[in-house]
Each structure stands twice: as C-alpha cells, then as structure tokens.
C-alpha cells in the first residue's frame, strides 16, 4: 500500500489512486503535505537534515578503532584460522599433493582439497543453482570441485591451524603438482576465436545492439573519425581485503561475518549454496572498507570458509592475501573498443558504430555493457554496438565502479574530442550540437537532465573561455600543458528494498535496513532521511545496517544505495504516521479526536489539522496516553525507472539494469569533467594540475559525503587514465603485478586540489526523495578528460590506457 505513496506525479492516476485507497482504508496520501507539484521532501519545513553537511556518524567509531571489521570479530569461541593456498598454474590438472610437510606442522587442524571438502548443495553451473542463487553470482565455477585448474590464483587447497601463522607456514609446506597446457591470457592471443555472446539465452553480455543504418550512414559522412582504444586490466583494490568469518552454530545454522556490499545478496547466495532456509544463514558486514564492485557478488572464498568451518567443525576465519585479492573477486576486464564516427560538417553525429572485445572466463559471457553508455550519450539516430569476447584463462571479471560507462566513455569522449578538433569546434560546443534532448535508445523523455548547466558551470569554474584553441601551444617552462573535458553520465537502476522504523516515545528512532556502508556515508545520509521522516534530530536516530537479520534490502552497488534506502526508510516512516494518525482519530483525549484521516497532517512530528494547524498532538503525547512507549513502520521503497510499473501492479523488470523501460523516463545523472595537465615532455609524465568536476545527481542528501564520493570516483579515474594496470603474462597468463607496490594507485601527491560542484537538481521521477544515486558516476568521462588535456598539450592522442610516461614518449615520437 505504501508503495503508492512514494510518487506519482500523474495527476489523474494519483486522484484516482487517493480516491480507491481512501476508500479502502485511510487517505495516506493526506497524511503527509504531498501533493502533484511537491514531494514530502520538498516541503522545507520537513528537510531540516537532509541537505546539510553533517559528519560522518560513523566517524568516532573509525578514528577510534572501535568499528568492527568483517575479518575483526576474534570473540568467537574455538576460531581456527585458514589459508588458502593457489595455482601458480593458469591450465591444467592437479596430479596429486605431498601432504606430509604440511601436516607436520604445529597447529594444523586439517588440509582440505577437492578430495575431502564437503560439497555445497548447489552451484551455479546449473540453471537452477543460477536462479536459486540470484544476481549475486559472477563467477558460476565453484573451485575445489575436481582436479582441473582454469586459472593462476584458482584455490587449490585449503590450511586450516589454530593461529594464522601456523596456517600460513603450513601452506607453504604444501606441495602440490600440475600438469600444466598451454593458457590464453586474453583476447590479445590470436589463437582464440572471438565470439559474440548475442543470442545465448544466458548470456551475460549483449551481443549487437541497432538502430539506423549505422554503416551506410557512416560511409556516407561528410566528417569521420575512426579509432581503436585499449583499457588495461583494472582491479579494485580496496583498502580492505575480502574476509569472511564462518559460525556454525548448529549444523543447520550459520552466521557469516563477510567482507560484502550486501549482505542480502549474500545471505540468499549462501543459503542457496549450502542448502539452508534462508532465515538460517546470517550475514554480518557493519563496516566495509571500500568495496568498488568487487565485494558485491559472491565469490568462491565466502563459500569455500562456510565448507571449511563445516568441515573442520569450529568457526573459521579466512581473510584474502593482497596478492589473492587479485585472483579472487573479479576485475574490470582487458578490452579493446573500435569506435566509428560520422557527423555533418557542424559536427552533428550522424552514425555511431562501436565495436568491444574482451576477455571473460573459461565458463561465462560476462562483458561490461559499454554499449548502453554509446548509445544514449548522444544524438545520433544511427547506431550499431557489437559486443565480442575471447575466452581467456582468467577469473570471470565483475562490475568494478560504472562498469560499461568508465571504459566506454575513455573511448567515445576522446573520439568526440577528435571530431570537435577536425571540425574547428569547441570541445564544448560540438557536445552541445550533439545533447540528447530525449533518451537516443528509447525515445523517452528524461526524468530530470542538468547536463548543459553541467558544462556552463564547470567551464565557468576552470575558466574554459580563456582556452587557445590549438593544441601544443601553451607551455610552463619545459611544461606542455593542456586542457581537456569529457561528459559524465551514470543510469539509475532499478531497485527496491524494505526498511523498519521504531519510533520511541522518549523522542528517538532506531532504523533499520539490511544496508551496508561501503565507507561513503550511507550511515550518515540515511541517518538524516530518518530524521527528516520522523520529525527528529538526526543525533535522535541510531540507524543500524549491515546484518541480514534486519529488513531485507538491495546491495550498495550500480549507485543504488542511498536512493533505496531513503526510499524504503521513508515509505516505513509514512506506515508509521499513517498508525499514529488512526490512533489519534480514535483517541477521545486527542485533540485530533473524529478528524478524518485525510484532514491530519504531520510536521516535524506533531499530528495536527490541515486547516488548523494549531489543533494538534505530538507524536510522543499520542503514544504515552496509548501506554506506547514506541510504534513500528515497516515499508517497502522502490526507486528507479521501474518504479511507476512496479507501482501499478506491472511486473518489475527482469533485471536490475533495465532502467528506463517500464516507467516511461529515462533516469541518468550527468556531470562534466575539465582538466588540465602539465606534461613533460621529456620524460614522459603527465602532471594533473586543475580539474573541476561538475555533477547533477537530484538531491544531494550530504553534500560533504557526495563531495567525497565524488572526489573519489574522478581520482580512480586518473588512476585508470595514468596508471593502474594488472599485467598478465601473455605466455602463462598469470599477473605479473599482483601487489600494492606494482599495481600503482593515485595518492595524494598525484591529485591535486579538486573542484566539486553539484546542481541543484529536482526530480520528480525517481522516488520520493529525486535522490539519482552519484557512487560512480565521477569515474565516467575523466580517463577522456586526462587523454583530452594531453592531446591539447602535446598534439597527440593516447588511446591505450594507462597513459604511462612510455607511451607518451613514444607518442612525442611520432610527428604531430
Ligand atoms: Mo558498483 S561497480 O555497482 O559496486
């Protein structure tokens, strides 16, 4: 019922819906101030928290060390501690082991491999094991099943000893033989069919997407720009490395303390798993550091601790090695992208044609969807996107931070780049030619788009005017410097997730959804939706997340988490007053007594008349009379383009990233990046000195967590534009780099002063807050912006990524 109060923006269809719904029980959408024109959120007396800066909640917990890590919960009586110990060996088959070394080790409790661990009820290497395990699954093989090894890194044996040390040392003892083939280390080795993945009806990854007749179009172009672009392997790279602890506390109950961006995910993937009801596997994430995509599937280590611990019969904790981070939770795969321009001599495109190889695994199609990102960016009426794929002797990659976008936005902004510099156009003004005043693929109108105040306010913040308009003439003593922009933009995805909220009559709330906080904020944003929903002070809400016990809710991941958590926090709260106001009608000794619950409104948490404001109760006076002392609301938020369908009965969409099919808008952020650069050339390094990123993203709910995220997103976005890169091997497919000293991610001296600016944006589409969700959308565009700045600098354009100092001297090299 709630789900009807979270918008509608359709005049008639509200009326219609009040009119049934007040019938049928009470006027809910009286209760609160909502009407056609603004939602609850934007009624001002009621957004006394959100929108404010407020400091982390969680801050003191973490300066302090009292936050509690998933690999940190050492209380557990009789915990035992595993290794995991891994091929070297990208193809092949184990022989066998010499067990003996190890096992004299002091400490060693059991060594487990294929031959004695007990096996999971289910894997998703069938349909049904898929199903039953839901989205969370990337990886469909589950190691430790037989003798063959598909990848170096793949877990081959498992150490389990009373210390962590112990553990170790006899790991290393293990010996373990493998008859190693000949690998393929990616799509680079041509002796591996490509194949389009289109077609398969489980497949992973889209096969060619169309409209138009994009080569005819494109052959008869009066301008045109053909490219190719590589992306390097990138991996995650969280502070904290992957854990998981595993509890059996009776043989058909398990608690799992898991290093995971939602425990709900991951509760339905292990309970799958295993073969447990679901309500009898629990899941523990309180505290998350960093996570990026690579925490939000399930991966072989969580289940292969829940088997250990059964096995072994203790509880069992396993925390991944930084070199195992490499090989064990994905990454953003290796690929190469042909992308194919034609415009008009103004620079309006007329054909896009795109083109994607990548490498995946031995046993999925898994891609990044670049082409989603190709083909609604602009306008452009003929469009074609092919996805291909090699399958390489590597890990399936995963979702890491705006998969699709990120790399896709590296090849498509520099492209535009190009045409703007051969047409003589402004790098600005042919984005402008080319704005999307309608989604391109669907021809929906956009909920809200802010992309043109993008540009006019980031340019006026670096100062753009002030560009000379030919490359390769501003210097700063040896310095070549050079300016570059790209267009940010991020989809918001479809999601829905419940939530709880416990009003006490003392004046504080406990809220909770089985979110987690992947270290962005999400405890202090929806602190302060709490606050606002409840008509309290956010230092009066304790909002508790991060336990599967709680109500059910989405993962934090494809920037869903703060616009469906405030979504389902303020639907509870709304089921909450609509309890408190039937008590209130119905109470002789309220002063709302015989009110109809339509005339009741609710401020700040006072019950009181529409249309006479000053006949009223506070919650808490109503609640005490009630011998209350607290009240519950229990509400399920939606959020996203499905949500109107969802609302009105339609099956929601099939997957979560079908945004934008049912509820007729198109649902995107949008920003823009500007940057300048100081190269060197004589050694090759690219110095970024100025960078302004501009973003409209709906409500901003924090703006000093939205900056951080922001910051953020644009700084692992010049690592990927200047240096991170996992290696493999071309011979033994295996990573050459697998470390925090040589896998190179920005820090501080690599960055510099940033400029953050948001739009004040309202939407009214996405849910009841217009919160659009901005976790990756700062990483879109800004590889484009650095490779943009360094061909305005130097005259030559880079498309390989990283743009390492090598390729830039080699690109000097080459005549302008
Ligand atoms: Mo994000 S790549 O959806 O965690």
Redesign the pocket.
Known sequence: MNDLLLKSRNKQRQQRLRHEVSRLYLSLTDLIPMDTESTFFENPPQTVAVGQPLSRVDGRAKVTGAAKYSAEYNHLPGMVHAVIKTSDVAKGRVTGFDLSAAQREPGVLAILTHQNLPKPALTAETKEGKEAIGYSVQMTFMPLQSDQIFYAGQPVAIVVADTLEHAQQAAAKLRVSIAAEAPIASYQDTKAPRYNPGGKPDADAEGTKRRGKAAEAFAAAPAQVTATYSHATNH?SPMEPSATIAHWEAADRLTVYDAT?GVSWQQRALSAILGLPQDQVRVITKYLGG??????PIWPHSVLTALTAKAVGRPVKLVLTRPQMFTSVGHREDQEQTLRLGATKQGKLLALLHEKTSTTSPWDDYAETNSKFMGMLYQCPNFEATTKLVKGNVMTP??????GEAPGSFALESSMDDLAYQLGLDPVQIRLVNHADKDPATGQPWSSKSLKQCYQRGAELFGWSKRNPKNGLTRDGKYLVGWGMATATYPVNDSQGNARVRLFADGHAVVQVAATD?GTGTYTVITQVAADCLGIAPDKVRFELGDSALPTTN??????GAGTFASSVYTAAQDLWQKLTKMAVTDAKSPLFRAKPAEVEVVKGRLQLKANPAKGEDFAALMKRGSLTDLEGFGQGKYGAGYEAAQSGAPAPAKPDDAGKESGHAMYSFGAHFCEVRVDPELGTVRITKWVSVVAGGRILNPKTARSQVLGGATMGIGAALMEQTVRDPNLARYTNASLADYHVPVNADIPDMTVEFIDEHDPYINALGVKGI??IAIVGTAAAVGNAIFHATGRRLRSLPMTPDKVLEAMRQPV
């Open positions: 995650h961006q996570g990026f995509g690579c925490k939000g995963t979702w890491m931070r705006a998969p992947l993962i934090s991941g494809g920037s869903m976790g990756e």
